[in-house]
């Protein structure tokens, strides 16, 4: 089992930065393929980013560029750093995670970020 729990969601100005962080319990946070999506109001879950399991990123279209994607695994945390933030991004951003030989089997509880205009 892993739970997973995001942080670092806020409400920022449209050209701002924020940086969501995801803490992974568990002792083989290494062997995950962790990634981030998205949730807008109205709309389906969205994929943002993730790791491939070669430890490659792999982008949205609509964040690249622009959204960062890191771990950390000594501290079982992944990272997604958003800069040039604009209104379209606003929505509730949940951290997944695969086992081996799964599909994002695994969700946090999300965090919201607001873009204003």
């Known amino acids: 089992q892993v739970q997973l729990v995001e942080s670092g969601g806020g409400l920022v100005q449209a050209g701002g930065s924020l940086r969501l962080s995801c803490v992974a319990s568990?002792?083989?946070?290494?062997?995950?393929?962790m990634g981030w999506f998205r949730q807008a109001p109205g709309k389906e879950r969205q994929f943002v980013s993730a790791?491939?399991?070669?430890?490659?990123?792999t982008y949205a279209d609509s964040v690249t560029g622009r959204f960062t994607l890191s771990r950390d695994n000594a501290k079982n945390t992944v990272y997604l750093q958003m800069n040039s933030l604009k209104p379209e991004d606003t929505a509730v951003y949940y951290c997944?995670?695969?086992?081996?030989?799964?599909?994002?089997?695994?969700w946090g509880q999300g965090t919201l970020v607001t873009v204003s205009s």
């Open positions: 568990g002792r083989t946070f290494s062997n995950y393929r």
């Open positions: 790791f491939t399991w070669s430890g490659r990123t």
């Open positions: 997944a995670a695969s086992s081996p030989g799964s599909s994002w089997n695994y």
